[in-house]
């Protein structure tokens, strides 16, 4: 299995709602990241897991809680969002050191209303 | 910081050869990605370089020059199915899991 995925494709929520994106990883791969990308815009750092611990949080704020319940599994819990959070949510995996290659998911696309 | 920097926009003839330039100024520097993205798909790997010098890889190429702060994707043979988004990303030097700091991105056109 070589390949990150996510689920779900889309996700349509409120500004009350509470919800989770999810990825899954089965290569064995010790890094786990959350990215964030509006359109036509470049992917932007969220969160680092290494060894299920975070170990980058590049400001993010509350309303994003990531955890990693083990070393395939890496979830985003989202609580009142804004609208301005709609984008797709990308997830991304590599190896231990040297912690090279980074392989996507195919992303969350995620609206808020 | 990081600051990285490429063209937003190119365009090429199919057949033809297209190099993509990509500077960056960064307050480490621990490796040089390259991905390519089609639209409303998530990013694919496309080469690494962590010393100077060429890597090769099929069709596509990538040069980095650590001194200059500079690397290009090179794409030979170009087929229309290359028209996407190459995006150039540098990994910070904190020796563990670093996230990616992306450029903006070259959107490329193929033409017939």
């Known amino acids: 299995d070589t390949e990150v995925t996510q689920t779900p494709k889309h996700l349509v929520m409120g500004m009350t709602n509470k919800k989770s994106l999810k990825c899954e990883q089965h290569?064995?791969?010790?890094?786990m990241y959350w990215y964030k990308q509006k359109a036509k815009k470049p992917p932007e750092l969220m969160f680092v897991?290494?060894?299920?611990?975070?170990?980058i949080n590049e400001s993010v704020p509350s309303r994003f809680s990531p955890e990693c319940p083990n070393s395939s599994l890496l979830n985003l819990h989202l609580h009142a969002l804004q609208p301005e959070d709609s984008a797709l949510y990308l997830c991304?995996?590599?190896?231990?050191?040297?912690?090279?290659?980074?392989?996507f998911g195919p992303g969350t696309r995620l609206t808020v209303l | 910081g990081q600051n990285i920097d490429q063209p937003t926009e190119m365009t090429a003839t199919e057949g033809a050869i297209v190099q993509i330039n990509c500077t960056y100024q960064?307050?480490?520097?621990?490796?040089l990605f390259w991905y390519q993205q089609h639209a409303g798909e998530a990013p694919t790997f496309l080469s690494y370089?962590?010393?100077?010098g060429l890597e090769e890889k099929g069709r596509f190429s990538s040069f980095l020059s650590r001194s200059k702060g500079y690397s290009y994707l090179l794409l030979k043979e170009l087929q229309m199915k290359d028209s996407a988004s190459y995006l150039c990303?540098?990994?910070?030097?904190?020796?563990?899991?670093?996230?990616?700091?992306f450029g903006k991105g070259t959107h490329l056109i193929i033409q017939p």
């Open positions: 991304a995996s590599s190896q231990g050191p040297p912690y090279n290659e980074q392989f």
């Open positions: 290569m064995g791969h010790r890094a």
């Open positions: 897991y290494s060894y299920e611990k975070l170990s």
């Open positions: 960064t307050s480490g520097f621990n490796g």
């Open positions: 370089n962590v010393l100077d």
């Open positions: 990303a540098v990994r910070g030097s904190g020796g563990g899991a670093d996230g990616l700091t």
